[in-house]
């Protein structure tokens, strides 16, 4: 299978899966303990139908939006992630320009590898910044003024993932960072020698965000034990209030799933919230994002941005989102797989496929603007 081959999300993750190592594949591809939830983030979305009208004039269609103040061309955009240049070598640099060629929006993690500030410093489209919160609070106003200072336009506290989730994958390969794999997951690296070559070859791996402040690299310290040892599961809603003082900005909650925390999002001053579960992969058996979206619209989508990710894989799961009220959505398997198949080629492709999907569908909708999108065109089986 070549990348003009791909046509849909599967079809992505089948070459991803033939040239990554299985220990990274299965990083991206897992989830946590019997996966239910990673199954239902989509299963939720086929349990809704769509009710086009037609005779509607739709000669032109504007798909643009505006989430937490920024104006996006088209309705989802590119959930940060860690560890990019695992997937491929040039990992956050090739989807931060794929997603300004197509005027959206893309974000860096705490755990990514290249610095915030590069990608800032070479692409105009917006940036947000997903930042966990540590132990140390000095260490989290230090990440805060770096990003400030980088121009980042939104801040993006990820709140669900105070520990680690319970991935089976990684420990039956032994994935970490730095790499303690086991004889199982050494073997398939050994399948997989171009992936080898390319990660010996180019730049070394680091996490920029997090070398100044953290050992991260020499052996002191894994990622499973950056999540245990370091991050912070005493934080509560007043810590966060003085985050979002302290950034004076926009600043969204990442992994907001019920009313009551929407509603506390609200009053702390956020400008934003974003349902997930973290794509299945912390709390296994929890409710979907698109399961929770109308009753969190219902009680805070007047007063604040409303985004959902989590399970997101083509055109129609934006739609059915944007009907109930959602303002954008976010993706990160939906350009993971393409950017371990092909860089920067890989989400340049996977983005016009969801532009042209949602384009496509939005006429069959007979809705010229997102705004013409609501419930009405919605049905639960």
Known sequence: MRLKDCHNFQDFRKLAKRRLPGPIFNYIDGAADDETTYDRNTQAFRECDLVPNVLTGVKDIDMSVTVMGQKLDMPIYCSPTALQRLFHHDGERAVAAAAEKYGTMFGVSSLGTVSLAEVRKKHKNPQCYQFYFHKDRGLNRAMMESAKEAGVEVMMLTVDSITGGNRERDLRTGFSIPFRLTVGGIAQFVMKPMWGINYVTHEKFAMPQLDEHVDMGSGTLSISRYFTEMLDPSMTWDDVAEMVKFWDGQYCLKGIM???????????????????????????????????????????????????DSGIQRGTHVLKALSLGAKAVGGGRFYLYPLAAAGQAGVERALELMRTEIERDMRLMGCKSVAELSRANLRFR
């Not at 009053?267 to 919230?273: A, E, N, P, Q, V």
């Open 258 to 308: 019920s009313v009551e925390d929407a509603k506390r999002a609200v009053d702390i001053g956020c400008t934003g919230i974003i349902l997930s579960n973290h794509g299945g992969r912390q709390l296994d058996g929890s409710r979907a994002p698109f399961d929770q979206l109308a009753e969190i619209v219902d009680a805070v989508g007047d007063k604040i941005d409303v985004i959902m």
